[in-house]
């Protein structure tokens, strides 16, 4: 049985001219692009585009975007560390 993964991404959110450092944990099972794939595919709903699946999202009218810089996957450890500073 596969185990769930969880997956510190970082990524820029573009507004404009714009580019915001951001992370976020990602969860979920099989290969580590189609997870984060899955969290993104939707970040603007039916709006999000990408040709560059876990790399680069778009809203359709380009006005905003993400671009992903890379990912860990966090050990267990790691997962309870981030929950109990994060989430106190």
């Known amino acids: 049985m ?3 993964k969880h ?3 970082y990524f820029d959110s573009i507004i404009g001219e ?3 450092d951001r992370v976020i944990v990602v969860s979920g099972k099989g290969k ?5 794939h899955a969290y993104f595919k939707e970040f603007w709903g039916d709006e999000t585009v990408t040709a ?10 380009g006005a905003v975007g993400v ?3 890379g990912w ?6 790691e997962v ?8 106190m």
């Open 18 to 20: 714009e580019e915001v």
């Open 32 to 36: 580590e692009e189609d997870i984060v």
């Open 7 to 9: 997956i510190l991404v």
């Open 72 to 77: 860990t996957v966090l050990t267990p450890k």
């Open 80 to 87: 309870k560390v981030l929950k109990r500073l994060l989430y």
């Open 2 to 4: 596969e185990k769930e």
């Open 67 to 69: 671009k992903i810089r």
């Open 52 to 61: 560059n699946p876990a790399m680069r999202y778009e809203r359709q009218d």
